[in-house]
């Protein structure tokens, strides 16, 4: 897969990452390594990992869709946004 390196750097497909929650990106002989990091126990002390309740309702955005006729939506976000 050859991708385009635009000046805020590359978008990497999550099709390529599977399942990985997060990556180490370093630089090795010569060529970029992306090498899965194993998951750590989150800190229970640290406020750095918030609980969220498993009602809150963000997790029901886009659950129930509505059909509005618009075709362009995803490429004018911003025109129906407003």
């Not at 099709?15 to 990985?20: A, D, E, I, K, P």
Request: net charge negative; hydrophobic share 40%.
């Amino acid at each position: 897969m050859r991708m385009h390196v635009t000046a805020a750097g590359l978008l990497i497909p999550k099709t390529l990452l599977g399942q990985l929650d997060e990556v180490e990106i370093r630089w090795q002989n010569g060529g970029v390594m992306i090498a899965p990091v194993a998951a750590a126990e989150p800190d229970t002390d640290a406020d750095t990992y918030p609980i969220i309740p498993d009602d809150d309702p963000i997790y029901d955005l886009g659950k129930d869709p509505i059909d509005m006729g618009i075709t362009d939506a995803s490429v004018n976000f911003d025109k129906y946004i407003y």
